[in-house]
């Protein structure tokens, strides 16, 4: 990926997000050329010169200081997410491909300890994934939650591919439309991390290829962190189901998380998760009835 220009955009989107009433400076009448603000004004609000903060904006970030970047990072008003994605950028500017030899990989494949760990976490579907997506691993209640997802998948299952290439998707994923936003900013972080992972690129030139809704979105250089949160279903089986999920750090493993999910006591989706987990122990009692709504 071209650094210069994945910073020189993200870092002008930034800046049309943020108008000058929320940065607190005067907002003059009369038309404004640019959305939010201006480049002098990001420059005033981070205390560097206009000239300086224009170069960082071409894409020149070799050299950068923390304290600089915590300046803008403050003048854009960025959240947790795009700051620690702004330092990313700033450390691939100051990083080449020939001398990331050193650094840790990211983990391609699951030890058999963490498959043994997923399989022992009967009651709550949880897959590993790395920061492209791909599934690497899951419990069999995991596979029967998300029975869709594995089922078109044809080699290794990836959420991304899933979501924009097959239309399966959106029957499964009540919130599609949200789910697929955070699924091109979670991408384009990673990107952010890990700019020379060939299969990275390859994922997002396929998709970039073949699905006009991702085209767009990636554009739109939206970044974001993926910690937790509710996720709404339809399973082709048991019907709606609403989980919470936890996404967590494998540290032992480079960009590997792990993602839990449980539903409410005594809810419904609860009810449909024992069922489910009652096939994975007993395959031949799929002809158990279908829970009450």
Do not use: C
Not at 12 to 35: D, F, I
Not at 85 to 103: E, I, K, P, S, V
Not at 116 to 126: F, H, Q
């Amino acid at each position: 990926m071209d650094s210069r220009a994945e910073i020189r955009d993200f870092l002008t989107t930034r800046r049309a997000k943020v108008t000058p009433e929320q940065a607190g400076l005067p907002a003059y009448g009369g038309h404004r050329r640019v959305h939010g603000l201006r480049r002098e004004e990001v420059a005033l609000l981070a205390g560097v010169s206009v000239d300086y903060y224009t170069r960082l904006e071409r894409g020149n970030l070799s050299g950068v200081s923390d304290g600089v970047l915590e300046a803008v990072a403050r003048a854009l008003q960025l959240d947790d997410a795009e700051r620690a994605h702004l330092f990313d950028l700033a450390r691939t500017a100051n990083t080449t491909a020939a001398n990331t030899r050193g650094r840790r990989r990211p983990t391609s494949q699951l030890r058999p300890v963490v498959q043994r760990l997923l399989d022992a976490m009967t009651m709550a579907p949880a897959y590993v994934r790395n920061g492209r997506l791909d599934v690497l691993g899951a419990n069999a209640l995991g596979r029967v939650v998300f029975a869709p997802l594995f089922d078109t998948a044809v080699a290794t299952p990836n959420i991304a591919r899933f979501i924009f290439l097959h239309a399966a998707s959106q029957e499964f994923y009540r919130d599609w439309e949200t789910l697929a936003g955070d699924t091109v900013a979670l991408l384009r972080a990673e990107a952010g991390r890990d700019p020379y992972d060939r299969a990275l690129t390859d994922l997002i030139g396929e998709l970039s290829t073949r699905s006009d809704v991702f085209r767009t979105w990636w554009a739109a250089h939206n970044v974001r962190l993926h910690r937790s949160g509710v996720k709404r279903l339809h399973h082709p089986e048991v019907g709606d189901l609403t989980l919470a999920y936890e996404s967590l750090d494998l540290t032992t493993d480079v960009g590997l998380r792990l993602n839990a999910y449980t539903a409410e006591p005594g809810s419904g989706s609860q009810e449909a998760l024992n069922l489910l987990a009652s096939w994975t122990a007993a395959p031949h009692e799929r002809s158990v009835a279908r829970p009450a709504d």
